[in-house]
């Protein structure tokens, strides 16, 4: 495993080291120091350094230096397969989730209530124009991304591949679930689930693809470091090509709890509709087949999406909606920035 710093070089090196008790001045000559333009920014930038000073910028060439030297970042941790979630956005705290655009803009985890679960072998999965999903394994559903997406968030700190150690009690209170026996297996059987699978996700873009499980591996019976049991979890490495700037969002974990576990199309809605700033019209058909929705006529679908954008009013992730003609209009709630915005120091 490669250290994180690897991972999150600093923006500048010193090239020389001036020993303690040395008696040269630290200084920078305004006159020599070269600063270069936006489109010149990169660690090869003719900028003349001293001990223990910085380079002053202007807010426009910080801003893009920043900018730069984040896209390489992330772009050092798609390559390497490696990488701590976390140091990527920090802006992902404990009142948000971290969840790709392209699995909750697709039916990858539908909105379904059934008894009955699909089985599936290599079936492409209803998506946006600009992904292909092609999906193994059995259908996945709204309270196993609510598990995935905890899971995940328990992790965000360790690096990718890495064991993942919780109880159980601690997941079912990061998801506010009820404490019950049937909770546990529940659970237990979703992890399974996740495991058992194989996700194949290409954008036209070619900004992220990945190919793997959901969840690498797990285990049941271990003990912490205290002696205690736990789980264990670990993530594939490969999937933080899916974690970019540009196609994450983080998600209002509050606002999915009040919606609560039996609310699957309310649930699909608010992930969907979060990864959306400026929200476009959508059909109603369109919408019930990304859903993947048990309802087979569409007048009964189209009532149930009206009761659940309903409750993304009532969470406040929704300000208004209108169906009209069958065509949906959202109007998002712009309190939070939605976006994961990565930001890297540049001292």
């Known amino acids: 495993m490669r250290p994180i710093h690897d991972l999150f070089p600093p923006a500048f090196t010193i090239d020389e080291f ?15 120091e070269t600063i270069p333009s936006d489109d010149q920014l990169t660690d090869q930038a003719p900028v003349k350094k001293s001990l223990g000073s910085r380079v002053r910028r202007s807010p426009a060439n910080s801003e893009a230096f920043l ?28 009142t948000r989730r971290g969840i790709p655009n392209d699995i909750v803009r697709s039916g990858l985890f539908t909105s379904g209530l059934s008894t009955k679960r699909k089985s599936m072998r290599d079936e492409r999965v209803a998506s946006l124009s600009n992904t292909e999903i092609v999906y193994s394994g059995d259908e ?60 194949k996700i290409s954008r036209k873009d070619k900004k992220s693809h990945y190919t793997g499980s959901l969840v690498r591996d797990f285990a049941f019976d271990e003990v912490d470091e205290k002696g205690k049991d736990c789980w264990v979890v670990r993530l594939e490495p490969a999937i933080a090509k899916l974690f970019l700037s540009d196609t994450t969002t983080l998600i209002e974990w509050e606002q999915r709890m009040k919606i609560g576990t039996r609310a ?4 699909w809605a608010h992930s969907f509709f979060s990864t959306h700033t400026d929200c476009i019209p959508y059909s109603v058909a369109k919408l019930h087949e990304l859903s993947k929705s048990d309802d087979k006529k569409l007048s009964n679908f189209r009532a149930r999406l009206r009761l659940a954008l309903e409750t993304l009013v009532k969470v406040e992730l929704l300000t208004d909606f209108s169906i009209n003609r069958d065509i949906v209009v959202v109007k998002r709630t712009k309190a939070y920035p939605q976006r994961a915005t990565p930001l890297l120091s540049a001292a």
Request: glycine residues 4%; proline residues 5%.
């Open 18 to 32: 001036t020993p303690p008790g040395a008696h040269d001045e630290v200084s920078i000559d305004s006159s020599s």
């Open 67 to 94: 900018k730069a030297k984040t896209q390489e970042a992330l772009t050092r941790i798609s390559g390497t397969e490696q990488g701590v979630l976390q140091l990527a956005f920090p802006m992902w705290d404990e």
């Open 140 to 199: 996945l559903r709204q309270n196993d991304l609510t598990i995935w997406m905890a899971i995940v968030h328990l992790g965000r700190e360790r690096p990718l591949g890495e064991p993942i150690r919780f109880t159980a009690y601690r997941l079912i209170k990061e998801m506010k679930w009820r404490h019950h026996s049937e909770t546990y297996e529940a659970i237990r059987q979703c992890i399974e689930r996740l495991k058992f699978t194989s996700v």
């Open 264 to 267: 699957a199309l309310a649930l």
